[in-house]
Structures are given as C-alpha cells and as structure tokens.
C-alpha cells in the first residue's frame, strides 16, 4: 500500500534554529521584523510605530521598549523620533545597522558560534550590508548606462525638433502656413544647450516625445507667422511660469495643437 504524503509542515517556528540563538522567542520576532523592514526600505531609515508592531508582532509596549533599548545598545539599530510624511505629529524611526550586523564579534552575542546558523547568518548579513553600500552609492557602469541613455533620448528629441523645424520652414517658404512669407528660410541644424536639453527631458518624462513635437510645431508656426518674437527660440519656449513652476508656454502651445491641428492634419 502506497504511503500518503504528509502535508507541508505550517508551523511558523524553527525550533532546531531556536536553539542556536541566545535572544528570547520575543526578541527574535522583533529582530526578524526589523530585518525584513530593513531590507524592503532598500537599507534607508523606516518609521515603526510602537501600535503597529504590537499589532504585528504581539509584544506588548513595556516589554517592545525594553528589546528595542536592548537592541540599540548592542549596535543593531539606531532609532530617533521625528516629524511624519505629510503630517505634523510626530513617529519613531529605524535604521537597521548592517555594518554592525556583519560582525562576527557581534552575531557571537545572538547566535551560538559553534552553530552552523552562525556561518549562514554572517553571510546573510555580509550580503546585504554590501546590498546597502550599493544602494547608497550606485556602481559606475551603471550611473555610465544611465547618463548615456538620457543622452540618447535628448538626441532623439532634438533630431525630432530639427526635422519639424526644417519641415515648417519649407512650409513657410513655399506659402503653405497661410502667410505670405518675407524672406527664404534654408534648413538648419538645431543646437541646444545642456539645460535646455534638461528641460526637454522634462517634458518628455512628464508629457511624452509627441506632446512635445506637437506643441512645438504650433508654437514655432506662431513665430513664423510673427504672432510670437522670443529672444530666444527653446528658452522661450522651455520657460516656467514664475508662480506655478509650470511650463505655462508648452501647455498653452500643446493646447493650441489639439484645438487647432488636430482636425486638420499638419
């Protein structure tokens, strides 16, 4: 006769595990909690409230102050109080110390030495204390493919802006934008500075490539046509409104395009 399988096992507790720890089940629960949040904050500071953690973690609050002083003493977490998001009460945050953590000299007050929990738990914290330096300071190759791909992403916008420009100057040149035109325009190539550059990729994060085409196409058929005369094309173009810090002329240019362009084509 067949063996039935036993089912997976759902206790919560690895009492073999237990056994290689000095802390008390209610401190290891806080440690471990601790940890996780850590982690999941990606190594920053976290605020805990007192409620939140004896709701999460059944520690009563005399005895949660007396595993957090303890804690604290040891080097594990560092905690202040201070004001909270978008509020003006105030909340106790949390920095879990991982440069600590990965020392053997204190695990060996956690956890039994001779213990093969101990090897494991001195590579876990090894791990993320390196996880945590490379979140805070981000490798070189990586900020490198960052600055390159925002580099791509200008150029491409830029090409884009040259090819709308030359394609309404030719437009003008020939009649087309329902103005007598008074002199040639030859095509041009389009320069930018880095900060306009910078307010290019703006738009672009917050609008999209082809609202900021749009938008420009209307607005440069306007400065073709003398309705508009900045001192200078993107600048004037890219300028926020001093009040809102919005980009008050592309808005109002975009908007230009959907009411007037978009029915009847460029």
Known sequence: MKTKESPDCPLCTNVLRLHDYYLSPDELVIFDSLIVKAISFHYKRFFYSQRRMELETRVKRTRYEAIIKKFEDLGIIQTYVDKMPSSEGQIRYFFVNFSNLKEPSLLAKLINEKSTLFEQTCAYMNYHFNRAIEMEHPQPRKEKKKKEEKAERAEEIRQMLENTLNERREMYNKGQLNVKPKHQLSPTTL????????????????????????????????????????????????????????????????????????????
């Open 191 to 266: 320069a930018l500075t880095n900060q306009q550059k910078e307010g290019l990729l703006q738009l672009d994060r917050k609008y999209g490539k082809e609202a900021i085409n749009q938008s420009f196409l209307a607005y440069y058929d306007d400065v073709l046509k003398d309705n508009c005369s900045p001192n200078n094309l993107f600048n004037y173009f890219l300028s926020k409104d001093r009040f809102f810090k919005e980009h008050s002329v592309f808005i109002n240019y975009l908007n230009d395009f959907m009411l007037l362009y978009s029915s009847l084509g460029k």
